[in-house]
């Protein structure tokens, strides 16, 4: 038995969780690990396993949990917590991930998603926690050159400093003159891999949240992209524009100024995704995410397209190879190989 083994089986014996069944549930991308419990005694709970020794912590989880509850949104309920081990149990908000009921129940997919925005609709009505971080345009434009520091230097292997500064300087301009606001919380992960479907509850709760421990105060325009550009699953562009329009329509945003804004956040939430899923496959050993990259270059070349990005589109045209085959196994050959 590992020591963390034996952390968790301690932690599960105080709360009188010590007799409960244990299976896996799927992870993401950080090195959390989660659990679900199952016990004659109860509804099932979920362990999250967030060892501090791997850069883990568990308080913006319980913090933003608690924010989003208070506002009337379905996260989690907190059932147990250890901070200094990282351990947290939680309520199970079940297995309908927005992600498989679209796949078994085409039908769904416009209740899904207009629920989905109506609870961004709502959220936004609320002021962020007075002393969240603010994801602005210095920080964001250093995450978008993640795609020259890991994909573009990945397939390369060339390291381009002036191309980076350019496209970091590009991005940051963007945002400044065109979404600077950073006025609403964002989860940053809000996507149908984190969404999931509570049929028994009424308004904005039938919508379950996960993973938004990450969150920021931000532009109104990032979780709707996260929403609608996902880069695990097609969203068609009828969906996508329906969804921008009925966001528009329901808190009164000036429709070109947000649609401006919602392809530059585009643009940089695309840019990072890339940069980000090139470092896990060859940092952390992870190559599962490399086949995402193209759908992720398509959203990314859409949302370039927009009316002003013109000289951001030739930037990365000149920066960032195409994600082809060839590309794409470059990539793979070098997982886990680079510090």
Known sequence: MTDRSAQIDHFLQVNDLAHVARSDLAGDASNRRYFRLTHSDGPPLVLMDAPPSKGEDTRPFVRIAKYLKDVGLSAPNIVAQDDANGFLILEDLGDDLFARLVDSHPEMEVELYTSATDLLVDLHRHRPPADLATYDASDAAELAALSIDWYAFGVSETKDDQSRDQLAAEMARLI???????????QRDFHSENLLWLANRTSHRRVGLLDFQDALAGHRS???????QDARRDVSPEIEMQMVDHYIASTGQIADQFKTAYAVWGAQRNLRIIGVFARLCMRDGKPGYIPYIPRVWNLLRRDLVHPGLEHLNRLVLDALP???????STLEAKCARTP
């Open 176 to 186: 400044k003159a065109h979404a600077p606001q950073c006025d609403v919380l964002v």
């Open 222 to 228: 990032y979780d709707l992209v996260s929403l609608l």
């Open 322 to 328: 195409e994600p082809s085959p060839g590309s794409l």
